[in-house]
């Protein structure tokens, strides 16, 4: 398999529960991201990690957690959601950026993600 | 802060035609890049064009190409030979020449192509 998946495609639950979202890369890359995506607004970053150590993190609330266990997978958990967080949740990676690098990012297709 | 605006929410072409999605940016910064990607309907988030702030001739890939002004801040891509399955939504972006590997996104631009 090529690419980066990411599982489940499509996510309801309720503001209680607790879900996690998954992204698996299979590019060799370091670098691996998490953008929402809502109708409407542009993409917003919410975290950013280079080789397992996170280096960004947009100040996004403490509801959504990330892990990075290594270089190939990246999850985001989800506790305690709200409903103006439903949106379409997309994970991308990229090669480590060097100065000469252009780090453009290969996306997956999203997890949609709807709060009830 | 970079910000990059799009301020065409929607554009039509007919099939074999060209069309120029416009993209402007705001920096202070003299080395970056600059990218166009196309979300289909499927939603996989692709690649289209790329440019480096530091090169002056414009990017071209096949049927795309970019009018890139630095001066101006502007990025516009055109489509040249419209097909249907270039309808998609478009996504200008810029990154810094720096190790993050942020973009940082336009609004977008959904374009129709009619047959």
């Known amino acids: 398999e090529t690419g980066v998946t990411q599982t489940p495609r499509h996510l309801v639950m309720g503001m209680t529960n607790k879900k996690s979202l998954k992204c698996e890369q299979h590019l060799g890359h370091n670098a691996m991201y998490w953008y929402k995506q809502s109708a409407k607004k542009p993409l917003e970053l919410m975290f950013v990690?280079?080789?397992?150590?996170?280096?960004e993190n947009n100040s996004v609330p403490s509801r959504f957690s990330p892990e990075c266990p290594n270089s190939s997978h990246l999850f985001l958990h989800l506790h305690t959601l709200q409903p103006e967080d439903s949106a379409l949740y997309l994970c991308a990676s990229s090669p480590w950026t060097g100065t000469k690098n252009t780090g453009e990012l290969f996306f997956g297709e999203g997890s949609r993600l709807t709060v009830l | 802060a970079q910000t990059v605006t799009q301020s065409q929410p929607e554009m039509s072409v007919q099939e074999a035609e060209t069309v120029t999605l416009s993209c402007t940016y705001d920096?202070?910064?003299?080395?970056?890049?600059l990218f166009w990607y196309k979300q289909p309907p499927s939603r996989q988030m692709i690649l289209v064009i790329r440019q480096e702030a530091y090169k002056q001739q414009n990017a071209t890939e096949n049927r795309f190409s970019v009018n890139f002004q630095k001066a101006a801040k502007s990025f516009s891509l055109k489509i040249s030979d419209s097909q249907l399955g270039d309808a998609a939504m478009y996504f200008c972006a810029y990154r810094s020449a720096g190790n993050t590997g942020k973009l940082i996104f336009g609004q977008g631009t959904t374009l129709q192509v009619k047959p």
């Open positions: 920096t202070s910064e003299s080395d970056y890049y």
């Open positions: 990690y280079n080789f397992k150590e996170q280096t």
